[in-house]
């Protein structure tokens, strides 16, 4: 019998590639909505009812009203927006986190699809603090470089449509006052006592993210080398399809592009620097580990069949 799957926001950047990506499937039926009816809540609400799996692809307030349309029925809910992320009864959707996460998430009828510069840092911070090899009170600070298309339809048009003004061509740092959205979820999940100092930055390429973290190893417990803590990452994704540790070493020439998984939906970790000062980076698509693949691996965690099923992996 074929998972009958809604996309709330089937029109959306993410909800379009889960489309994409789902349409292709023989084990899966979509529900469809009418064009004009997509916004209708009575028409979503049966939408919802006749779904086992629903993705919402949606705006946080729209989030908020699709999970209240679908109280009652048996749907289970995986939610791309921020809205729920932390909220309780809710289940972190980035299985790597451990064992026991991948379990939860297996189970769960309300899973939170993590927020794509959040899976970044998350990937890079949380297998030092699971271990505690870092401090809960580490003052993390990290850099995520992301393609135009994190921005929604919204900034796809700005970028795509018309002439572009000068400093659309340049790379531009954003959530300068410290108060992105991602913030609490990286705290959260990461176990960390104090926010990291956050800068996002926006460029004129259309999906793929590089979140960089630089750290002091005299600041890890036991200044490890940086052998050590290469070591750390290869052990804690040892098991993962969609997390790739390069080997002890490998910096791929020494340029690391910030588009270079776009397209696909697993997760790259480098480890870069020297015994004193690491630089670690997390290289993925925001469309992809960051929104839509890691979505789609969640729903076959879900199914309990392969989680890379219907996903476009590296080798
Ligand atoms: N883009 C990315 O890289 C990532 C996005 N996300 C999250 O995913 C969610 C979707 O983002 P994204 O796809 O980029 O956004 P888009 O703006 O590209 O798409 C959102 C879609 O939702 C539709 N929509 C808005 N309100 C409603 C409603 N009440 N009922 C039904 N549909 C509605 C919009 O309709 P219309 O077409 O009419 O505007 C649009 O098609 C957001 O919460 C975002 O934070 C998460 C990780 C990464
Ligand atoms: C370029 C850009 O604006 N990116 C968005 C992140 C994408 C997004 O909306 O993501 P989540 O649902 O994961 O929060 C931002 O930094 O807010």
Same mark, same amino acid.
């Given at each position: 019998m074929k998972t009958k799957v809604f996309i709330d926001g089937h029109e959306g950047t993410t909800g379009l590639r889960i489309h994409e990506r789902l349409s292709k499937r023989s084990d899966i039926e979509l529900i469809s909505i009418h064009e004009e009816l997509r916004k209708d809540t009575a028409e979503i609400k049966e939408c919802l009812a006749a779904a086992d799996i629903a993705f919402l692809c949606l705006p946080d307030a729209a989030a908020i009203e699709a999970v209240s349309l679908a109280e009652g029925s048996k749907v289970r809910i995986i939610d791309t927006s921020t809205a729920h992320r932390t909220a309780t009864g809710w289940t972190y959707g980035f299985p790597e986190l451990s064992k026991e996460q991948y379990i939860q998430i297996a189970e769960s009828s309300r899973v939170g699809n993590? #927020?794509?510069?959040? *899976? #970044?840092?998350i990937s890079v911070i949380q297998p030092l603090r699971?271990?505690?090899?870092?401090?809960?009170?580490?003052?993390?600070?990290?850099f995520s470089l992301t393609g135009y298309s994190g921005g929604g339809k919204k900034m796809i048009k700005q970028y795509e449509k018309g002439e572009k003004t000068e400093e659309l061509l340049a790379p531009r740092q954003y959530g300068l006052g410290q108060k992105h959205k991602h913030l609490k979820e990286i705290?959260?999940?990461?176990?960390? *006592?104090?926010a990291p100092i956050f800068s996002p930055i926006v460029d004129d390429y259309y999906s793929g993210m590089e979140v960089t973290i630089p750290i002091f190893t005299k600041y890890l417990k036991g200044t490890p080398s940086f052998k050590d803590v290469w070591e750390v990452y290869a052990a804690h994704y040892e098991n993962c399809p969609f997390v790739h540790v390069l080997p002890f070493g490998e910096d791929k020439g020494g340029f690391l592009a910030g588009n270079g998984k776009s397209g696909y939906d697993d997760m790259e970790i480098i480890v870069t620097g020297n015994d004193d000062r690491l630089v670690i980076h997390s290289i993925f698509d925001n469309l992809g580990k960051g929104a839509s693949g890691a979505a789609i691996q969640n729903m076959n965690i879900m199914m309990g069949i392969d989680p890379a099923t219907g996903l476009k992996l590296s080798k």
């Amino acid at each position: 019998m074929k998972t009958k799957v809604f996309i709330d926001g089937h029109e959306g950047t993410t909800g379009l590639r889960i489309h994409e990506r789902l349409s292709k499937r023989s084990d899966i039926e979509l529900i469809s909505i009418h064009e004009e009816l997509r916004k209708d809540t009575a028409e979503i609400k049966e939408c919802l009812a006749a779904a086992d799996i629903a993705f919402l692809c949606l705006p946080d307030a729209a989030a908020i009203e699709a999970v209240s349309l679908a109280e009652g029925s048996k749907v289970r809910i995986i939610d791309t927006s921020t809205a729920h992320r932390t909220a309780t009864g809710w289940t972190y959707g980035f299985p790597e986190l451990s064992k026991e996460q991948y379990i939860q998430i297996a189970e769960s009828s309300r899973v939170g699809n993590p #927020g794509c510069h959040a *899976s #970044g840092v998350i990937s890079v911070i949380q297998p030092l603090r699971d271990i505690d090899l870092m401090p809960a009170d580490y003052p993390v600070t990290a850099f995520s470089l992301t393609g135009y298309s994190g921005g929604g339809k919204k900034m796809i048009k700005q970028y795509e449509k018309g002439e572009k003004t000068e400093e659309l061509l340049a790379p531009r740092q954003y959530g300068l006052g410290q108060k992105h959205k991602h913030l609490k979820e990286i705290v959260d999940i990461c176990g960390l *006592s104090q926010a990291p100092i956050f800068s996002p930055i926006v460029d004129d390429y259309y999906s793929g993210m590089e979140v960089t973290i630089p750290i002091f190893t005299k600041y890890l417990k036991g200044t490890p080398s940086f052998k050590d803590v290469w070591e750390v990452y290869a052990a804690h994704y040892e098991n993962c399809p969609f997390v790739h540790v390069l080997p002890f070493g490998e910096d791929k020439g020494g340029f690391l592009a910030g588009n270079g998984k776009s397209g696909y939906d697993d997760m790259e970790i480098i480890v870069t620097g020297n015994d004193d000062r690491l630089v670690i980076h997390s290289i993925f698509d925001n469309l992809g580990k960051g929104a839509s693949g890691a979505a789609i691996q969640n729903m076959n965690i879900m199914m309990g069949i392969d989680p890379a099923t219907g996903l476009k992996l590296s080798k």
